[in-house]
């Protein structure tokens, strides 16, 4: 059994995903990504509860401050900050309209953390997606998450989630 901590003020799940799904921005550019997020942090504080970057989408959850769930203007700061000085492929009128480069998709997915059960789920979720994606095949083998801050804390062991070669079959999407 994971030891989690347990779920205080609020708690959010974020998928957000670079407008081409072929990119892979987010690891050649994690660097930019890590000092853009630890701005945007010493701005507007949350505290980071797991994350995963890859590719072309990244997930994290979020716990906000008490009386805070201004996380729309954080993400909104972190794309910005990052996408600043880098070049897009030529992004569509609209995006134009909206002063947005086309390296974002304009929209990410937010789910509010509902106990500690979900949180477990969705921390496990995080942990395990390079290895769904086929990136990795131990989880800890993917240096750009949180799993191994988690390892380091002892809330997970080294090999947890297996090796995916010692497993028959195909699964996923």
């Given at each position: 059994?994971?030891?989690?901590?347990?779920?205080?003020?609020r708690?959010?799940?974020?998928?957000v995903?670079?407008?081409d799904?072929?990119?892979?921005?987010?690891?050649?550019?994690?660097?930019?990504?890590?000092r853009?997020?630890?701005?945007?942090?010493?701005?507007?504080p949350?505290?980071t509860i797991?994350?995963?970057?890859?590719?072309?989408?990244?997930?994290?959850?979020w716990?906000?401050?008490?009386g805070?769930?201004d996380?729309s203007?954080?993400?909104?700061?972190?794309k910005?900050g990052?996408?600043?000085?880098?070049?897009?492929?030529?992004p569509?009128m609209?995006k134009?309209?909206?002063?947005?480069?086309g390296?974002?998709?304009?929209?990410y997915?937010?789910?509010a953390?509902?106990?500690?059960?979900?949180l477990?789920r969705h921390?496990d979720?995080?942990?395990?997606?390079?290895?769904?994606?086929?990136?990795?095949?131990?989880?800890?083998?993917w240096?750009?998450s949180?799993?191994?801050?988690y390892v380091?804390?002892?809330?997970?062991?080294?090999?947890?989630?297996g090796?995916?070669r010692?497993?028959a079959g195909?699964?996923g999407?």
């Amino acid at each position: 059994m994971s030891r989690y901590r347990r779920v205080r003020g609020r708690t959010f799940f974020f998928t957000v995903v670079l407008e081409d799904r072929s990119s892979t921005l987010l690891v050649d550019q994690a660097d930019r990504l890590r000092r853009m997020y630890r701005t945007v942090f010493e701005r507007q504080p949350f505290e980071t509860i797991a994350i995963c970057i890859l590719p072309d989408h990244l997930h994290a959850i979020w716990t906000l401050p008490e009386g805070d769930v201004d996380f729309s203007s954080r993400w909104n700061l972190i794309k910005g900050g990052f996408s600043r000085g880098l070049q897009a492929v030529a992004p569509s009128m609209s995006k134009l309209k909206k002063r947005e480069k086309g390296i974002w998709q304009r929209r990410y997915w937010e789910h509010a953390i509902r106990d500690d059960a979900d949180l477990e789920r969705h921390v496990d979720y995080i942990h395990f997606n390079p290895v769904k994606h086929g990136l990795v095949t131990p989880v800890r083998d993917w240096s750009l998450s949180s799993f191994h801050r988690y390892v380091k804390q002892g809330a997970l062991p080294v090999d947890w989630g297996g090796d995916m070669r010692d497993i028959a079959g195909q699964f996923g999407e």
